[in-house]
């Protein structure tokens, strides 16, 4: 099988299970946050959302530099509105993928702030770095949602809270 299409693949089912948490968005919790070191439930979420884009991004530059000002990152405080953002951002990252070729995979990509160098990756390397952080996160926001007593949805087999187990 081809390296594309099973990242085209892999979006597609991140999106799927993706859907279900930010429906269940508790739009009463925005400032939710487990301890004071961790990111509140709004910006998580919104960052969850956003990296359904981050293909394209990956596609079309060489890298991401934060001190440049190139993230700019966007809070949406409502199940709606993050359930719009999420596909846009999937609409956006799809697209990408399915207008890449495997010679496009093989470039370089890098995460800076100025002159400090976050990451150096393939342009591969760095699609699938956001597609392991979409899990990561969208774990992360699993454990919020269990905090507040928020049913967890199915991801890749049933939670506790489905009705499937």
Known sequence: ???LKLLQTEL?????????FMSKFPGDKVDFKPHEKSMDITTLANHI???????ALIL??????????DYKP?????????LKKLEE???T???????ATNGDLKKNWKITSG??????YTKYEAIRHALNQITHHRAQLGVYYRLNDIELPSSYGPSADSSNF
């Open 12 to 20: 597609k089912n991140e999106h799927r299970i993706t859907i279900e």
């Open 60 to 69: 079309q530059t060489d890298k991401l530099d934060f001190a440049a000002g």
């Open 74 to 82: 966007t809070k949406f405080e409502t199940s709606e509105e993050l």
């Open 1 to 3: 099988m081809k390296i």
């Open 93 to 99: 990252g799809k697209t990408a993928l399915k207008k």
């Open 115 to 120: 002159d400090v160098v976050f990451a150096d």
């Open 49 to 55: 959302v956003e990296i359904f884009a981050w293909p």
């Open 89 to 91: 951002d999937y609409k």
